[in-house]
């Protein structure tokens, strides 16, 4: 092969893995030389419901439960990774972070993968989250103060720029998971329950008045599964449709009507609400609670909601630093 053949071969595709509280999710796609990074070719998409982080909200020990999903899905993510050739880099979040018997998970899930799986620390998840955010968004990042909270199931990230600049940026430990175990033992929802919640959350987000004490923001961007499947409910998606979420526009106006109906359904009534993924609805009204309250909190009136969260982040990073960029 020539030096000119080589240099136009297609560079190796890379899977990265998100290991999270509640979704662990796969990412597999090979940057393009005739597009930006930020829209590669994907190869495959994937997320599975482990909840390798029940009980985060008590002792956040992991159970054994949500350690052999978890691992199970890490095995199909592995084999699909060997299918397009990719190498595998791997993180883990609050869950893990937390958990006083991680390496029970850590030690059998890098014998899968070939590869240890990185336990990130919080401000390492808000990075990748808002490398996300720049390379998705990149007018709203460069033109604009914005701020971005990533709510996932054990910790919620929230990242402020200004023009491109991070001005703040704090892992609080608040998820749909955590506070789902924390307050909510009722079917539906006592109203109790939900102004528990509610404190909780206005207690956390008082430990971080500077995030929204600046000038007004110009957009409040969600990422992650609560926000993206409030928009797929919002828009009555029969089938999640990533192209349709991603960067579409969930109204306060909107948000308190999925709030409404949530807190008057059942359990079985909220597995058969269309968008939600029926594996997400017991813990769907805490973390709908907890994006309202930023979104008050943060003097806006919409989310623009990114299905695009820290696995195309740590995608972005290894792509460039691959090419050299």
């Known amino acids: ?31 393009r030389s005739d597009a930006p990074i930020a829209e590669p070719d994907v190869l495959a998409d994937a997320a599975e419901i482990t909840r390798l982080g029940r009980g985060i909200g008590q002792d956040g020990r992991l159970g054994r439960e949500g350690i052999d999903k978890t691992l199970a899905a890490l095995e199909k993510y592995a084999r699909t990774a060997e299918r397009h050739g990719a190498t595998i880099a791997a993180i883990g979040t609050e869950a893990l972070r937390r958990a006083p018997n991680a390496d029970v998970f850590l030690d059998p899930a890098a014998r899968i993968l070939g590869t240890p799986v990185e336990v990130i620390t919080g401000d390492r998840e808000a990075e990748l989250t808002f490398r996300a955010i720049a390379e998705s968004f990149p007018a709203d990042v460069a033109n604009g103060r914005i701020a971005v909270v990533d709510i996932g199931g054990g910790s919620t990230e929230i990242i402020v720029a200004d023009r491109g600049s991070v001005v703040f940026r704090r892992s609080l430990p608040l998820g749909s998971v955590r506070l789902h175990e924390r307050h909510v033992q009722s079917d539906p929802p006592s109203a109790a329950e939900a102004r528990a919640v509610e404190a909780d959350v206005r207690a956390r987000l008082d430990e971080a008045t500077e995030a929204f004490a600046g000038p007004p923001l110009t957009t409040l961007i969600g990422v992650a599964g609560t926000v993206t499947s409030l928009a797929a409910m919002s828009m009555g998606l029969d089938t999640y449709d990533a192209a349709r979420v991603h960067g579409s526009i969930l109204t306060l106006a909107q948000l308190d009507r999925e709030i409404a109906r949530l807190a008057v359904a059942t359990q079985s009534e909220r597995e058969q609400i269309v968008g939600l993924d029926p594996r997400r609805a017991d813990v769907i009204f805490a973390g709908a609670l907890l994006l309202r309250a930023i979104t008050r909190r943060a003097g806006v009136e919409a989310v623009r909601v990114s299905d695009r969260g820290i696995r195309w982040g740590l995608f972005y990073e290894r792509a460039a630093s691959a090419s050299g960029t």
């Open 1 to 31: 092969m020539s030096a000119s053949q080589a240099s136009a071969a297609p560079p190796r595709p890379i899977a990265t893995i998100d290991v999270g509280t509640n979704t662990t999710l796969l990412l597999v796609a090979r940057a």
